[in-house]
């Protein structure tokens, strides 16, 4: 028994043996319940937490495999034992913390009193409420420099809104004394344009303005002092000038004059004709150019129209080869196989053409469709040019036709014997009744009535009767 059994004291012992002998006992019984925890579970000793319980997710099947894994491997297991020495050590981590004094690596971790790795979870809600407060001041200041920043941006905003006003109006003055030189046209599509870059920046201003609040309003409670500052940069970084008028109007007379170049407004090479003599010659050039292009677009269409014969020449002889006779043409799939009689007067109609060509070009056609065919069984397509398998296969269809058409003709005159069977059958059971139900009604003729019962007319008839 690993349990020592009280020893009697002996006369000799002194306090301080037996001092030191129950500590000796009481260290060997620590280490054999030592011994027991290390053989137990954690999850049987202390039990599961059941907090997550029903907001797991459902797992992959790869995960599942990894959480079985890791289930049977006996390294990531966990005695009680360890659960209750790492609770040791973190309970003399905080104990150290909250004295603010660190004790000697040398020193013995405390032992967990029982039932006190139950009460884990106590630990953890204070732990949170503190860090809970800490968060909420950390909230509170940002709430506030972000309150600060939203002020001086709105009197930065008003100073730029009053500068532009001085602006305008200066342009409008400015633009007043330009009307009297010059066509309201372009003024007025100066004041368009001019408008519009300041209703572009109003507007950057406020997105921006915005995309600002929200990042300080939403970025998470662990951010650093560094992204802030990175902000004020970005946000006090300078906007591009806004163009003046004489820009915007340089601009304007840049476009109108490639739109007038474009459609030759100001003569052909871009000068006005000065005398009759360059008029006539531009007119001349203008013609010419006319007359190109009329030549190009006939030499496109014939062209076209030479590619469409040689299309239809190499179609009318190969159907399935592109115009070179060179590869397979891609054709929709067909449902069924093909028709053996057509087929087979296909294969005799290019026999017949190709008899009335020259030799050369009969040996070239029939080269070219030999790689055809050759390029179409390597495709997995079956080719049908033979004339004799064909007629074989023709009569073969032919045979099993006029079978058909055989047994479905008896399977006819069958059908009609039997039919016919059946009605004369019919016919003779509504006779029967007819017959059965005339005669009926009629009742048989009654026989010669006697004079009284009894055995006096045969008794008669044996002794002779009346004479």
């Known amino acids: ?19 030191l002998f129950y500590q000796e006992r009481l260290r060997s019984h620590a280490q054999a319940f030592d011994g027991l925890l290390s053989l137990i579970p954690a999850k049987y000793y202390y039990g599961e937490d059941g907090s997550d319980q029903w907001k797991r997710k459902k797992q992959t099947k790869e995960q599942a495999r990894e959480a079985k894994r890791a289930k049977l491997d006996p390294d990531s297991a966990k005695t009680a034992k360890d659960v209750m020495d790492e609770n040791a050590r973190k309970r003399k981590r905080d104990e150290e913390v909250q004295n603010g004094s660190e004790s000697s690596e040398e020193e013995e971790l405390g032992s967990e009193l029982p039932k006190e790795g139950l009460k884990r979870g106590d630990v953890k809600s204070k732990k949170q409420k503190q860090a809970a407060t800490e968060q909420s001041d950390d909230t509170a200041a940002k709430l506030e420099e972000a309150e600060a920043r939203k002020k001086l941006r709105e009197e930065k905003k008003a100073q730029k809104k009053a500068a532009q006003k001085e602006k305008k109006k200066a342009k409008e003055t400015s633009k007043k004394d330009k009307k009297i030189e010059k066509s309201g046209s372009k003024p007025a599509s100066d004041k368009g344009e001019e408008q519009t870059p300041s209703k572009v920046e109003d507007s ?59 459609r030759q407004a100001d003569g052909f090479d871009g000068k006005p004709a000065r005398n009759r003599q360059e008029l006539i010659e531009a007119r001349r050039q203008r013609a010419e150019q006319r007359k190109a292009h009329k030549k190009l677009l006939r030499q496109k269409a014939k062209e076209e129209e030479q590619r469409a014969k040689d299309e239809a020449m190499a179609k009318r002889f190969s159907p399935q080869a592109d115009p070179s006779l060179m590869n397979v043409r891609e054709q929709p799939k067909r449902h069924g196989p093909q028709d053996p009689a057509t087929a087979l007067k296909a294969a005799e109609a290019k026999k017949a053409r190709l008899a009335e060509m020259g030799e050369e070009k009969r040996a070239d056609i ?49 059908v009609k014997k039997g039919k016919d069977a059946r009605q004369q059958k019919r016919e003779e059971n509504l006779r029967k009744r007819r017959e059965e139900k005339g005669n009926k009604g009629k009742k048989p003729a009654a026989g010669k009535k006697k004079a009284r019962p009894g055995f006096e007319g045969s008794f008669k008839a044996k002794v002779g009767g009346k004479k």
């Open 1 to 19: 028994m690993w349990l020592l059994k009280p020893r009697k004291p002996r006369a000799h012992d002194t306090w301080e043996t037996d001092k």
């Open 204 to 262: 950057d201003d406020e997105v921006e303005q915005e995309g600002a609040l929200f990042h300080i309003f939403h970025r998470p409670p662990t951010a650093s002092t560094e992204t802030n500052d990175a902000s004020q940069k970005s946000s006090s970084e300078p906007k591009p000038l806004k163009p003046t008028p004489e820009e915007l109007k340089q601009r304007l007379q840049k476009r109108l004059d490639e739109l007038r170049a474009a």
């Open 366 to 414: 029939e080269q070219k469709d030999m790689w055809l065919n050759a390029k179409k069984r390597a495709h997995g397509e079956k080719v049908r040019d033979d004339t004799s398998l064909l007629k074989k296969a023709l009569k073969r269809k032919e045979s099993a036709k006029k079978k058909s058409e055989r047994e479905w003709k008896e399977r006819l005159e069958t």
